[in-house]
């Protein structure tokens, strides 16, 4: 739901920080950046004074940087996609500058698919179950996963005013796989999460389509996955810097079963403040770097858990639960106008869409014997939130609003201040 209050439209900022190369601008989830034209000249109110944008250079994830989150290793490219089967893919928008134009530009959005298996998820579904920490916002479908208990769709992430145009998209990839549903078969209800880009992004354009939701499903893949401001994170902003999408993911050790745990997040949500890093108070120590205008989000928080672990819809709603505890290590206090969701399903069951038996038997891990489960899922999503920000870039938006990108040398500062920097790290250490 739109929680941003009216921003003022503020004065242009330099044609030269415009066609600079913070401006990040893409038309799918792997071209490479091009630079938009400055914007036309125009009458400009009084100017206010703006931080400068920081020299982004190249950006790294958490760990990269010697923040290491929790005690337990991560999986093998320390993502949702370490998870067997589990794919994600983005199509990502990013047009034009200067004056909103509503219904026309400039556009910083898009969308962001995970597959929850490489197989049948239609007719082999997976268990399932969501948890919402505050409602003000939207996560399709979610109704019917916790009343069956299972997942059977893709999962998509965008914005606010995108959900019904995805929701299509993704009902169009149903239909088109499995050309019995609603004929032989029952319908479908897919999952559809939203968070608002409006600061940024022309919202009013409604320039997510449903073939974009196509585009992603078809690209999406196994293997590394982009982070920052692609896919439906083109538009977030967490704690007042730029944010997006962030992934993350834990290796149980063998004595706990050896499970991956991976987790995937779409962060919009926190005030400068409030941020701490691994405990450290980051937010108190970077205080400028504000976005330009000045304002005030609610905001929201998208997140996904997934695992090969055996586990029932039972268990599965105690997982996503407990991502609340990795949000608020963030340090943020989940305001009114924040629309968490969350979403949690597990691989290592599958469940017949249609069965010839009376009964069914599934198997799961001990309730006693889930804490390293429970410490995977809050680990992977905290790290995962971070790994959202510090990939992101600096991103000029609607009316020359400017998100700054968190600056890793100043962050790395920071931690090494508070003893809390590590010899940096590569997946699966």
Known sequence: MPRRPHLPRVAALSAALLSSPWLLSCAG??????????????????ARPAAPPPADGARRRARELGIVIGRLPTGRLNAITDVPGVRVGHVTHVRGAGRLDPGKGPVRTGVTVI???????????????????????????????????????PIVFTNTLAVGRALDGA???????????????????????????????DIRGLHVSAEDVLTAAAQAAEGPVQEGAVGGGTGMICYDFKCGIGTASRALPGGAGGFIVGAIVQSNFGARGELRVDGVPVGQEIRDLLPVPDYHSEGSLLAVVATDAPLSARQLGRVARRISLAVGRTGTVSRDGSGDLFLAFATG????????????TLREVDDGRLNPLFQAAEEAVEEAILNAMTMATTTF?????????????????????????????????
């Not at 034209?37 to 400009?44: C, F, L, T």
């Not at 998820?121 to 299972?150: C, D, I, Q, R």
């Not at 599958?350 to 069965?355: G, K, L, M, Q, W």
């Open 349 to 360: 069951n599958r469940i017949p869409a249609e069965s010839t038996e009376l009964t069914r």
């Open 171 to 201: 009902t169009q990839y149903m239909l088109r796989r499995y050309p019995a549903i609603g004929v032989d078969e029952p319908t479908v209800a897919p999952i559809v999460g939203e968070c608002d880009d409006s600061a940024l992004n």
């Open 115 to 153: 597959l929850p298996t490489s197989d049948d998820f239609w007719h082999s579904k997976v268990p399932a179950a969501s948890f919402t920490l505050n409602g003000n916002g939207e996560m399709t479908g979610l109704h019917y996963v916790n009343e069956l208990g299972v997942l059977e769709t």
């Open 29 to 46: 989830p792997r071209s490479r950046p091009s630079q938009p034209s400055p914007p036309a000249a125009r009458p400009s109110p009084p």
């Open 397 to 429: 938006g609607q009316d020359d609003h400017v998100a700054h990108a968190i600056p890793l040398d100043r962050l790395r500062e920071v931690m090494r201040r508070y003893g809390r920097l590590r010899e940096p790290e590569r997946a699966g250490r």
